[in-house]
């Protein structure tokens, strides 16, 4: 299973941006079947998980950014999203997005100045 995420770039405190994450090498069932992460990697900080959404698509956040992002997915394109609003320079990170039971992507970045 391959993990490709996009979406990142430099974005103005208090703007938007959204993030694309595409699974190749697994098919439907086991894809739609997986729950979906979103992690985040600050400089010098411990990887967080941000934002979850299972194959019910049940979701939970981390409290920091409840109300600011949304993840989503849509299993016929074997994708995830994540769609960061009102960002702030403290969401600057690395993303990553995650597939059990250890499937990661290389990661993008993310970089909101004030």
């Known amino acids: 299973v391959q993990l490709l995420e996009s979406g990142g770039g430099l974005v103005q405190a208090g703007g938007s941006m959204r993030l694309s994450c595409k699974a190749s090498?697994?098919?439907?069932?086991?894809?739609?079947?997986?729950?979906m992460d979103w992690y985040r990697q600050a400089p010098g900080k411990r990887r967080e998980l941000v934002a979850t959404i299972t194959s019910s698509r049940s979701i939970n956040y981390t409290d920091s950014v409840k109300g600011r992002f949304t993840i989503s997915r849509d299993n016929a394109k074997r994708a995830v999203y994540l769609q960061m609003n009102s960002l702030k320079p403290e969401d600057t990170a690395v993303y990553f997005c995650?597939?059990?039971?250890?499937?990661w992507g290389q990661g993008t970045q993310v970089t909101v100045s004030s």
């Open positions: 090498g697994t098919i439907l069932s086991v894809f739609s079947g997986n729950a």
């Open positions: 995650h597939m059990g039971p250890d499937y």
